[in-house]
Structure formats: C-alpha cells, structure tokens
C-alpha cells in the first residue's frame, strides 16, 4: 500500500446504506488485492428508510426478514471479512478500532456508523418515546400499537387511542401516515379501534426542504387520513402518557414517538477532528477527514457543504449511496497513492410515503403523487433489497 504505508486492512464501521457499499465497491474495483473488514454491531443489512412500516411488522411479528439483509450472504464469495461489534472508541493517532470485542489496526478506515435520536435536552423524551432509526426500536413499537389497539376493545365509551408523533419531518410524516391508514382492526381484532395521530410538527417548517408540491399534497393526504397537525410548537417536556408543549397545553397519548432529529453517535462526537451541527464530522469534499490520511466520513456521521445550493448535502440515504461511492473510489485511490476526487451531490428525486397505497415526490423536478408513487417507492425500495442481496450496486430515490 502505498498512500497509508500499513499493511493492515480497510476497515468500514457500519454496515448500512454507505458502510455496505464502500464494503462492495473497494472489493469490486480491486478484486479483492485491498483486504476489507466490515464492522457492525448485528450481522444482517437493515433496510432502514422502511422501519416506518409498523403495521407491517406489528402483523409479522417476529418475522422481520422484509427489513433485514443477512450479511453472510451478501459478502459471501467476496473478499470482505465480517466482524461482529459494537464500536466503543475511535483512535485516529493510533490507527486503531477499539470495539466490545476487541481491538482492530486499520491502514485506511471507513466511518458509517450512521445517527441516533437527537432529544434537545427535553426532559423525559428519551425515557417516554418510542424510535424507528433502529429495528429494535421499531419492532418495539409496532408491538406497542398492536397492544394499545387490543387493548382499546375492553376500554370503556368510544375512545380511540391516542398516539403522539414529534417531528415535522419525513420520518414523523411517513409514520404518522402508517399509523392513520394501518388497517388495526385485522391485526389487533375486530374491536380494535381506529386511532387518533397527533404530528407535533415543531418550530421548523413541516417538511422542511421539500419541494413545495410534495408538502402540499402531504398536508392534504395526512388531513384525509385524520392526522393532526401541530405547527410552529416545541415539544418541552414528555411524561408518561403526557406529552408538554412550550404553549402550555398538554396533549394526554397512550404512547409517544420521537422523531424530531438526529445527532451522531458518541464514538463520533468524541472524535478530536473538526464537527458541524449535531456533531457530524467536517470532512473535505473528498469525504476525506483533514489531517488523517485515508479516513473517510460517510453518511449521517457526515456533513459537506453542497456548493450548489449554497446548504449542506442532506442525510439520506440516497446521498449516503452517492457518497459511499466517491469514498471507496477516493480509500482505493489514497490505498494507491493517486489524487482523490470531490463528491458531487446529485438529487434524483424524492418520495414520501404517506399511508397505505399513497405517496408524494418528485422525480427530475416531475412531481408525481398518489398510487403511482407510492408504486414508484416500493419498486425502488424493492429494487435495492435484490441489488444487494445480489452484490450489485443499489440505487435509492
């Protein structure tokens, strides 16, 4: 190896959308010739921008397997190396991964470790939320709903559940939708009864950074499906069953969910290196981290200035795609001790889903909404299982 002068291997830490990637494409553009280790905590590929499914899962029970990936078949045949971990420290100087199951040298390194739930320092919202940045959160959640809803039956009167979303974006918006259109009554039993969603959208705009189509038709889908709206307030305190807002009302929930941000992971927050907003790293437009030769940030651990809208590349996962490509290109290259390339972010399109059957985007700046959109969701989503289940480069919108 010439650019990092070590014989020990590329490490990626994180096996999502940009983790998985890199992990393919550096074997696929050597062959094999760079020696790749993916890390992560659980040993299957999570289809993460689908965890908002819960009716989905509240109906599979512990069946999960539309929403996971097993690694050992997505790597088998390649060169890349699995270990199972979870990452506790990040030693840059020492060139060295310290996870809960030891220790790993790196020559080049990789970090995907993705987000976590980002809670403002608002009291309670960690301990009384539910989350779907993470399967198990997810999974619990599901079967959270499905008791509230069996449970509704034996309530007395007519009152339905009551469920809290906080968050104005597309997360809280496309499980706000799930929730609303969820068909409860042939999961939890015939007496379930329909809920009542609560979307706490916050200070900031509702989908803030969407184009206008897309969040006018969203407006008009959740007011169909008898969502409530609540904008220009902040969530200040969340109590079991009470969710505070800084207008002094209070909304009473059977449960709550947290979907009002994300922040970095602590290994990545405590990184001596540069840091942007909610302590992603500053990285070059290489993707390469200043000062730390042949390490790369990527994903939601990431933030890069996009010089043509004058903002920030946003943190999807469709840009996790993009970027994962220019970094594998950008460790194979500095591997080599060749000139390593910008990323150049290029928006394909967007959808949000918003309920059973129906969706909002816009593809190439051609709004598209209704069924044919959420058809256009499920393909891709579709399409990128197989393409990674195959080995193939995956594509996202």
Not at 62 to 76: F, I, K, R, S
Not at 216 to 226: C, F, K, Q, V
Not at 371 to 394: C, F, I, M
């Amino acid at each position: 190896m010439t650019g990092t002068g070590a014989s020990d291997p590329a490490v990626i830490l994180g096996a999502g959308y940009a983790g998985l990637t890199i992990a393919q494409e550096v074997h696929r553009r050597t062959r094999g010739k760079i020696p790749v280790v993916l890390v992560d905590r659980n040993p299957v590929h999570v289809l993460r921008t689908q965890l908002y499914e819960v009716g989905k899962l509240a109906s599979s029970g512990e069946q999960v397997d539309p929403w996971v990936v097993p690694l050992a078949g997505v790597l088998e045949g390649t060169a890349v190396e699995f270990r199972q971990g979870s990452v506790e420290r990040i030693d840059l100087d020492g060139r060295t991964v310290v996870l809960d199951t030891g220790p790993i040298r790196f020559g080049s390194l990789a970090i995907c470790l993705g987000s976590v739930a980002a809670y403002f320092g608002v009291p309670g919202a960690a301990e009384n939320t539910h989350q779907v940045y993470r399967l198990s959160g997810a999974k619990r959640l599901a079967a959270a709903i499905r008791d509230v809803e069996r449970a509704s039956a034996s309530l007395p009167g007519e009152r339905r559940p009551r469920f809290v979303v906080v968050g104005g974006g597309s997360t809280g918006t496309e499980l706000s939708s799930e929730i609303a259109t969820t068909d409860w009554t042939g999961i939890a039993g015939p007496a379930a009864r329909p809920p009542a969603v609560f979307q706490v959208v916050g200070a900031l705009p509702f989908l803030a950074g969407f184009p206008g189509s897309v969040v006018e038709r969203a407006r008009r889908s959740l007011r169909e499906a008898g969502v409530v709206l609540l904008p220009g307030v902040n969530v200040t305190r969340v109590d079991p069953g009470r969710v505070a807002l800084e207008d002094g009302s209070v909304l009473a929930c059977d449960l709550a969910v947290w979907c009002a941000g994300l922040e970095a992971p602590p290994p990545v927050k405590s990184l001596p290196v540069p840091h942007g907003r909610a302590g992603r790293i500053a990285a070059d437009r290489t993707l390469e981290i200043p000062g730390h030769a042949g390490v790369f940030a990527v994903g939601d651990v990431v933030e890069l200035p996009d010089p043509r809208t004058g903002g920030t590349v946003p943190a999807t996962a469709q840009a996790a795609l993009g970027e994962a490509r220019t970094a594998a290109r950008n460790l194979v290259a500095r591997w080599n001790g060749r000139p390593l390339v910008p990323f150049e972010y290029r928006e394909r399109g967007v959808v949000v889903a918003l309920g059973i059957g129906r969706a909002a985007g816009a593809v190439r700046a051609v709004p598209i909404w209704g069924s044919p959109a959420a058809l256009l969701k499920h393909l891709v989503q579709r399409d990128y299982a197989r393409a990674v289940e195959r080995g193939e480069p995956p594509s996202l919108i």
